[in-house]
C-alpha cells in the first residue's frame, strides 16, 4: 500500500474535475472524500471507480469521529469498508476529530479535550477502524480556534501518544499546523520535530485568512485560498525529516483559479520536498 516515491496530487472536487482529468500527466493522484460516496447512486461510484483506473485515488474521511471517547459508529466503518474494497485506494484517512456527541452532530471537525480519555478513545476507534477496514488510517491534526477546555497537554504530544499507540501513520496539515502555532504562539518547527520521522506519511496543504478584530485576530483554515510561503517552508522542513516516501495534497474547497493555477502550486511543493530531500542527504552525506 505504501508509495514508493513522493507523489504530489489534488483534492477531487466536481469544479476541478475536467482540469484534473485534462492533467494527468503533471498529478501523481487525487484524494477523494469518502463519505460524498457512502450512499452515492451507483452510476457516481462507477464514476469513481473509472477514476481510480486512470490514476491513483486515496479516500479521505469528514465524519467518522476518530478522537472522541465516545466509539466510531459501526455502520460508518462497514460504509468506508465497503468503498475501499470497491475503490482498492492506495491509502485512506480521517481526521483527529470528534464530529458528535451525546446523539447531537455539530457539523463541524472539532478539536476535543486533548486528554488521556481522547488518547484511549482514540486509540481504541483507530483499531476497530483497522480491524473492519483491513488497512489502518492516516490520521490528520486538524485545525481549531480555540484551545479544547479540559486539556491537559499540548497538541503535539496528544497526537503523538495517539500515533505512537496505534498503527496509523500522520497525514500532517501543514496549514492546520500553521494556523493554530499562529493563533496559540508555539514553534511549528518543534512541533514536526516532535513527530517521530518513520510516522509521517502524508501531508495536506491549503490556505486560510484572517479573521476577527485586529487586536484579537485568528487565522482561519478555510481552504479558499492560495497556499502561503511559511506552509511551504513548512513542508521543505518535512521533506528534510521524513523518513518514508510523502503523499502531498492541495486542498482547494472554493473560489477556484485556473487549473493551471494550481498546477503551479503543486509544482512549487515538488520542488519544497526536493529542497527537504536534499538536505537530509548532505547530512547523510
Not at 40 to 50: D, G, I, N, S, W
Given at each position: 500500500?505504501?508509495?514508493?516515491?513522493?507523489?504530489?496530487?489534488?483534492?477531487?472536487?466536481?469544479?476541478?474535475?475536467?482540469?484534473?482529468?485534462?492533467?494527468?500527466?503533471?498529478?501523481?493522484?487525487?484524494?477523494?472524500?469518502?463519505?460524498?460516496?457512502?450512499?452515492?447512486?451507483?452510476?457516481?461510484?462507477?464514476?469513481?471507480?473509472?477514476?481510480?483506473?486512470?490514476?491513483?485515488?486515496?479516500?479521505?474521511?469528514?465524519?467518522?469521529?476518530?478522537?472522541?471517547?465516545?466509539?466510531?459508529?459501526?455502520?460508518?466503518?462497514?460504509?468506508?469498508?465497503?468503498?475501499?474494497?470497491?475503490?482498492?485506494?492506495?491509502?485512506?484517512?480521517?481526521?483527529?476529530?470528534?464530529?458528535?456527541?451525546?446523539?447531537?452532530?455539530?457539523?463541524?471537525?472539532?478539536?476535543?479535550?486533548?486528554?488521556?480519555?481522547?488518547?484511549?478513545?482514540?486509540?481504541?476507534?483507530?483499531?476497530?477502524?483497522?480491524?473492519?477496514v483491513g488497512v489502518a488510517p492516516q490520521v490528520e491534526n486538524i485545525a481549531?480556534?480555540?484551545?479544547?477546555?479540559?486539556?491537559?497537554?499540548?497538541?503535539?504530544?496528544?497526537?503523538?501518544?495517539i500515533i505512537a499507540n496505534s498503527e496509523s501513520d500522520l497525514l500532517l496539515?501543514?496549514?492546520?499546523?500553521?494556523?493554530?502555532?499562529?493563533?496559540?504562539?508555539?514553534?511549528?518547527?518543534?512541533?514536526?520535530?516532535?513527530?517521530?520521522?518513520?510516522?509521517i506519511s502524508a501531508i495536506h496543504l491549503a490556505g486560510g485568512k484572517w479573521?476577527?478584530?485586529?487586536?484579537?485576530?485568528?487565522?482561519?483554515?478555510?481552504?479558499?485560498?492560495?497556499?502561503?510561503?511559511?506552509?511551504?517552508?513548512?513542508?521543505?522542513?518535512?521533506?528534510?525529516?521524513?523518513?518514508?516516501?510523502?503523499?502531498?495534497?492541495?486542498?482547494?474547497?472554493?473560489?477556484?483559479?485556473?487549473?493551471?493555477?494550481?498546477?503551479?502550486?503543486?509544482?512549487?511543493?515538488?520542488?519544497?520536498?526536493?529542497?527537504?530531500?536534499?538536505?537530509?542527504?548532505?547530512?547523510?552525506?
Amino acid at each position: 500500500m505504501m508509495a514508493v516515491r513522493d507523489r504530489f496530487g489534488l483534492g477531487w472536487r466536481a469544479k476541478l474535475a475536467l482540469g484534473i482529468l485534462s492533467n494527468l500527466d503533471r498529478i501523481d493522484l487525487v484524494e477523494v472524500i469518502a463519505d460524498d460516496y457512502f450512499r452515492a447512486p451507483q452510476r457516481e461510484r462507477r464514476a469513481l471507480r473509472t477514476l481510480a483506473a486512470q490514476t491513483a485515488v486515496t479516500l479521505h474521511g469528514v465524519s467518522l469521529g476518530m478522537a472522541s471517547s465516545v466509539a466510531v459508529e459501526t455502520k460508518r466503518l462497514d460504509q468506508m469498508a465497503r468503498l475501499f474494497e470497491e475503490v482498492r485506494p492506495v491509502s485512506w484517512s480521517e481526521h483527529l476529530a470528534f464530529v458528535r456527541g451525546g446523539g447531537i452532530e455539530i457539523g463541524h471537525l472539532a478539536a476535543p479535550p486533548r486528554s488521556a480519555a481522547t488518547v484511549d478513545g482514540a486509540i481504541t476507534n483507530l483499531r476497530r477502524a483497522r480491524e473492519i477496514v483491513g488497512v489502518a488510517p492516516q490520521v490528520e491534526n486538524i485545525a481549531t480556534l480555540i484551545d479544547p477546555p479540559g486539556s491537559d497537554r499540548d497538541e503535539v504530544t496528544w497526537v503523538s501518544q495517539i500515533i505512537a499507540n496505534s498503527e496509523s501513520d500522520l497525514l500532517l496539515d501543514l496549514h492546520n499546523l500553521h494556523a493554530n502555532s499562529t493563533n496559540f504562539d508555539f514553534d511549528p518547527v518543534d512541533y514536526i520535530a516532535r513527530i517521530p520521522p518513520h510516522r509521517i506519511s502524508a501531508i495536506h496543504l491549503a490556505g486560510g485568512k484572517w479573521i476577527g478584530r485586529p487586536e484579537a485576530r485568528r487565522l482561519l483554515d478555510d481552504h479558499l485560498h492560495d497556499v502561503p510561503d511559511p506552509v511551504y517552508q513548512l513542508l521543505e522542513e518535512v521533506g528534510a525529516r521524513a523518513t518514508q516516501p510523502l503523499t502531498v495534497i492541495l486542498e482547494r474547497d472554493g473560489n477556484y483559479p485556473p487549473i493551471e493555477w494550481l498546477l503551479d502550486q503543486l509544482d512549487r511543493a515538488r520542488r519544497a520536498v526536493a529542497r527537504g530531500r536534499e538536505r537530509r542527504s548532505a547530512v547523510a552525506a
